[in-house]
Every structure is written in C-alpha cells, then in structure tokens.
Antibody
C-alpha cells in the first residue's frame, strides 16, 4: 500500500525556518517524481516544487525560488522541503504527492497519491 | 504562467442529476506531438487531500466511478458528474501540467440541492 507521511510542520515566527519531511513506503520511491503542494486555510491548491527521480530536474514556483529548497534521499525513501525566510503568507497545509508515472522525465507530474499533509503556521 | 479559470465557483445539484464544471486555460495545453491535453481533475473532500480523477483531460484514473467524465481540448475543458451521489460533495480542481509552473484552477464546490 502506497503511503506518504509528512512531518516537520508547526508554528514558526516570520523570518524563521522549517524543514518538512515526507516518508514514503509501499512503492519504489527512487523511480518517481515527487512534489510539494500547499493549501492555505480555506484556499485552493498551490504547487510548490517538484523533483524528478535521480534529481536531474528540480522545479520551483517562481515566488518561492531562493527561499525553499526541495531534496530527496532515495536510500531513506524520503522527500524534504527546506523553508527559509518564512512569511505569514506561507501559512498552509503542505502536502507531499507522488507522480502518477514512474521514470517520468519528459512531462510535468500529475498526482495519484497524496499524504495527509503537515500544517505550517507562520506567526509572531 | 498558465492561468486556469474554473466556473462556476460553486453549484448545487439534486441527487441523481448532472453537475458540470468548466475549466479554461489562458493558453493552449494541447501538445501537438502526442495530441494530448495536459489537463487533470482532482476531487477534494473536507479534511482530506485531493484525489486524482482524470488525466489527459479525459482518461479516468483507476477506481474512479464512470459517472465522472472529462472532455474538452485546447483551452476549454469540462468535468461532468452524471447521476450525482451524496459522496460527490467536494471541491473539484483542474490542473495543467503542460508547462512549469504547474497551476491549478481556483476550485469549484459541489453541493447537494
């Protein structure tokens, strides 16, 4: 059974940092593009960042580039999101999501499995 | 960036009736080389993560009931829920994966009339 379990969220002051983690199981993690998607309270979905298998392609939302860094550790079946210089507008539920297709180096992802999310609140 | 505009923002439909949700992209998301529209649909129920319903604009994900169907091409797309069931109450999002950044529509809330 595919499982994605996010952790690392919490309350942080503006300007602070957090590192989110996503532990994957039930599939060959190394072969899939993985993505972070966030959702502000009561709002819609916002793509944050994707990293392909073998990390050969990394994509970021333009507004987040330079503050957020995505990475993966295939030996640990884990995805990460390092978030720096956090702002109030970064307050959201952060979801880890798997691409529908393994070894997908040609197309941007669609998301067939999602974690339950980890909540990030940026407030003084 | 490709902007995805959904309409309506919300709709109320009687049980057993049809719900129609529209999604318009600010530019063409049909890739001529493979004749595929890079458009997906998701369902999100309260307190849950999204669930993939449709990809390539009209291909139903495994396990998705056949009352869900997707259509359209180029810039205009539709998600149709036929024979609406109580468990279909949710917010529905379209997503384009034609070019980075990946973008989602603003969502359409479906309720029971």
């Amino acid at each position: 059974e595919v499982q994605l379990v996010e952790s690392g969220g919490g309350l942080v002051k503006p300007g602070g940092s957090l590192r989110l983690s996503c532990a994957a199981s039930g599939f060959t993690f190394s072969t899939y593009t993985m993505t972070w998607v966030r959702q502000a309270p009561g709002k819609g979905l916002e793509w944050v960042s994707s990293i392909t298998s073998t990390s050969n392609h990394i994509y970021y939302a333009d507004s987040l580039r330079g503050r957020f860094t995505i990475s993966r550790d295939d030996a640990k079946n884990s995805l990460y999101l390092q978030m720096n210089s956090l702002r109030a507008e970064d307050t959201a539920m952060y979801y880890c999501a798997r691409d529908r297709i393994p070894y997908n180096w040609n197309d941007l992802p669609t998301f067939d499995f999602w974690g339950q999310g980890t909540a990030v609140t940026v407030s003084s | 960036d490709i902007v995805m505009i959904q309409s309506p923002d919300s709709l109320a439909v009687s049980l057993g009736e049809r719900a129609t949700i529209n999604c318009k992209s600010s530019q063409n998301i049909l890739y001529s080389s493979n004749n595929q529209n890079y458009l997906a649909w998701y369902q999100q129920k309260p307190g849950q993560p999204p669930n993939l319903l449709i990809y390539w604009a009209s291909t139903r994900e495994s396990g998705v009931p056949d009352r869900f169907s997707g259509s359209g091409s180029g810039t205009d797309f539709t998600l149709t829920i036929s024979n609406l069931q109580a468990e279909d109450v949710a917010v529905y999002y379209c997503q384009q994966y034609f070019m980075t950044p990946v973008t989602f529509g603003g969502g359409t809330k479906v309720e029971i009339k």
